[in-house]
């Protein structure tokens, strides 16, 4: 099983960015895709989450509004559109995939190598 991520980059503050995670080794639709962030000498910590099969979502306080997680079936991928990125969403960006669905780190499963984000003028 592997998860890729990819992306990330340097943003100015108010922009956009798009994370992807392909998966190969497993079909994403039985499982539950999420993306974490940990940010330098923090711990990681919960983004966004997404039951594959029927799309629905949890979002961490801290990105509602402004972030949006989404799959799509054919190329079994998933996403993450950041908008509106704050200096302090900084961080290196990872998805991991889960049998349930939570916010938790322990609750996954797989992870992905992760991307790095960096908001900054």
């Known amino acids: 099983v592997q998860l890729q991520a990819s992306g990330g980059g340097l943003v100015q503050p108010g922009g956009s960015l798009t994370l992807s995670c392909a998966a190969s080794?497993?079909?994403?639709?039985?499982?539950?895709m999420g993306w974490f962030r940990q940010a330098p000498g923090k711990e990681r910590e919960f983004v966004a989450t997404?039951?594959?099969?029927?799309?629905?979502?949890v979002y961490a306080d801290s990105v509602k509004g402004r972030f949006t997680i989404s799959r799509d079936n054919a190329r079994n991928t998933g996403y993450l559109e950041m908008n509106s990125l704050k200096p302090e969403d900084t961080a290196v960006y990872y998805c991991?995939?889960?049998?349930?669905?939570?916010?938790?780190?322990?609750?996954?499963?797989?992870w992905g190598q992760g991307t790095l984000v960096t908001v900054s003028s």
């Open positions: 991991a995939t889960s049998r349930r669905m939570a916010t938790d780190t322990t609750g996954y499963e797989y």
């Open positions: 080794g497993l079909t994403f639709s039985r499982y539950v």
């Open positions: 997404i039951i594959w099969g029927n799309g629905a979502t």
